[in-house]
């Protein structure tokens, strides 16, 4: 004869540990702990990418710099060439001014270029320090919730612990082989033990066939539902 009692009221406590620590999951504060920790993980990763942002910006308008710098001597060269000038030929005077021309509209567009760069920089850098005013806000906001939430949890240890140590205690009575059993099912099934009524499964609400019903009255045997897999636990009253 296989006895099933034990196992049905050691799950009772199982599922009543169960449900304390779902509550506990369920706390608003653990929700709140959870949200802020993300935004504080996001707003890290933002910083990151707007600081390696701002490196760019920064690199781009040293380069531009150094550009300008180049170009504004090579302006200056040329127009001191052209005071010092003495050539009458009109030809070589028109492509001096010619060249001129190109270079100064040329130096214009780096300026142009360079203070777009420095405006892109400049804008980042107040994003970053924006975002890492937040983060520290974040980062207070997350302390004082890990506060809140573990005090939370040290005020509901008493009772937790009083229902772990209730399952322990109605483990014992449970043999080794129908633990394991039970604890394989309880990977798929909150409960993993179904009471038998109306000769249907209590777990899933199937019918039981005619010659399983038969082998749970004889109990000789150890039944798992064919349609969930429960642990099928049949009495007569
Ligand atoms: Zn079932």
Not at 7 to 28: M, T, V
Not at 43 to 51: A, D, H, S, T, V
Not at 69 to 87: H, I
Not at 216 to 234: A, Q, T, W
Request: aromatic fraction near 4%; include cysteine.
């Amino acid at each position: 004869m296989i006895q099933l009692e034990p196992l049905w009221i050691y799950q009772q406590a199982d599922l009543a540990l169960d449900r304390f620590e779902n509550g506990l999951k369920k706390s608003p504060t653990r929700t709140k702990l959870f949200n802020v920790r993300n935004a504080v993980m996001e707003q890290q990763n933002r910083i990151k990418r707007l600081e390696a942002d701002l490196q760019k910006a920064l690199d781009e308008c040293s380069r531009i710099a150094a550009d300008v710098r180049k170009l504004s001597a090579e302006v200056n060269n040329l127009d001191a060439k052209m005071e010092q000038c003495d050539t009458e030929d009109i030809t070589q005077v028109r492509r001096l001014l010619k060249n001129m021309e190109d270079w100064n509209r040329a130096l214009a567009s780096m300026r142009k270029e360079l203070a777009q760069a420095q405006n892109l920089a400049h804008g980042t850098d107040a994003t970053v320090k924006e975002v890492r005013t937040k983060l520290t806000q974040g980062k207070k906001d997350f302390d004082a919730l890990k506060e809140k939430y573990d005090a939370e949890l040290a005020a509901a240890a008493p009772e937790r612990d009083r229902l772990k140590a209730e399952a322990e205690r109605l483990a014992k009575d449970i043999p080794k082989e129908l633990m394991e059993r039970y604890k394989k099912i309880k990977k798929t099934r909150m409960n993993p033990v179904a009471k038998v009524q109306n000769e249907q499964c209590g777990g899933c609400n199937m019918a039981i066939p005619s010659l399983t019903m038969s082998k749970l009255r004889s109990g000789d045997v150890l039944l798992e539902c064919e349609s969930c897999g429960r642990i099928l636990y049949f009495t007569e009253n």
